[in-house]
């Protein structure tokens, strides 16, 4: 049944003596922009509203056979930003008392954030984060990967209509995947696109699911054998351990999870120095910065390598992921 403009009537026959009146609120309805939206109004007694009188103040489509449970909710097809706004839906003749619900209707736009690298240099590299057409006015920050907001320019900030459109750049000197952060927190959303930069280090870049060699060793060559060495892995809540190796073959105690069962070093070469590791299987989860170190040798020695697990075979370097707790879901997908 189609609604009429501003105004939808279902009429019925009642008596108006002796009502009283009601009104109840409900909890925000969230959509984006072009979905779907259901406006939600029962009675809550579960009975046959077919000939009752009620009224919505915006136009919207009632499932017919809904009205025989008390269901006068609406559907909104299709939502653009000026749909959103206060909506009241009401049943005026209804005894004993008149009911009123009041819904607020909030419709958010969430574009994915474009990134781009637009220096090719060694040393450092010039990030530009792109977010188009979004509403309300979303945050714009660039983030490394701990999570962890970095200096950047002044956005850019235009609008169109009611869509926002903000550009950022931000200069780093460090290896690192980054990530351009877009929040709404009157919509509770938030989204990051992320880009993967190289600069001065050694990098092992490998298709996932393959198996990756981290090479490292003392500069001497000398045996390491009766010497300890440990590798480790930066991330967003701390170093996790990958791999250590003592005195007494190798003790994996503490080892994180995400490599148990995964990680195996070369004990022939422990002779010549050799303190490589291989990671089988890897995953994507794997990308990051690795730090092997020789905590008993003079000076200490420490070793960097940043790997890139790729699942595009080293041809794809920037992924999006997104995480939302509004539109109806909640959820996390990654996109190539």
Known sequence: MELLPLLFLSFCFLTLSGLTFGAESASPVI????????????????????????????EGTVPLKQLKHGN???????TRLEDKGNYTCSFPIMQPEIKIFHIELVVGAAPEPSVTNLNESSDWALLKCDVKG????PTVEWWNSNNQTIPSEEPQVS??????????????????????????KEIHHQIY??????????????????DAILSCSPKTKESIESKPFSWTKEGPAG????FLYDTSNNDLKGQDKQF?????HFPEGLKHGDASITIKNTKVTDTGKYICSFPHLQPQRKAEIFLLVDALSG??????????????????????
């Open 31 to 58: 959509v984006k922009e072009d979905d779907d939206a259901i406006l939600p109004c029962s009675i809550g007694t579960n009975e046959n509203i077919e000939s009752m009188l009620f009224v919505w103040k915006k």
């Open 72 to 78: 006068a909710s609406i559907r909104m097809k299709k």
């Open 134 to 137: 979004a509403y309300p006015e």
């Open 159 to 184: 609008k169109e209509g009611e869509h926002f459109y903000v550009t950022l750049k931000t200069t780093v000197k460090k290896t690192d995947y980054y990530r351009c952060v877009a929040t709404q």
């Open 193 to 210: 696109t992320e880009i993967n930069v190289h600069l001065n280090e050694q990098t092992v870049i490998v298709k996932e699911g393959d």
């Open 239 to 242: 170093q996790k351990k990958v």
């Open 260 to 264: 148990k069962d995964r990680v195996s």
């Open 315 to 336: 041809t794809g370097m920037i992924k999006a992921a997104v995480f939302s707790v509004v539109f109806g879901m909640i959820g996390v997908f990654v996109a190539v």
